[in-house]
């Protein structure tokens, strides 16, 4: 899969959606997407404790 989406041209903006905003590169919009929802779902963790522990 990963060979058939870099060998053929994507639309603009899909490929800019696989790149963060510090400049790094993910494979595919998928591992970006889930990556960020991984990273929210730590942080509402992270504040929900915080919240409890007041």
């Known amino acids: 899969m990963d060979k058939l989406i870099n060998e053929n ?3 603009s903006e899909v490929v ?4 963060s905003l510090k400049g790094l ?3 595919t919009a998928r591992v ?3 990556s960020l929802e991984q990273r929210i779902e730590e ?7 915080m ?4």
Do not use: F
């Open 9 to 11: 041209p994507q639309p």
């Open 16 to 19: 800019d959606l696989r790149v």
């Open 25 to 27: 590169v993910y494979p």
């Open 32 to 34: 970006y997407i889930t």
């Open 43 to 49: 942080l509402e963790n992270t504040i929900s404790e």
């Open 51 to 54: 919240v409890n522990n007041e």
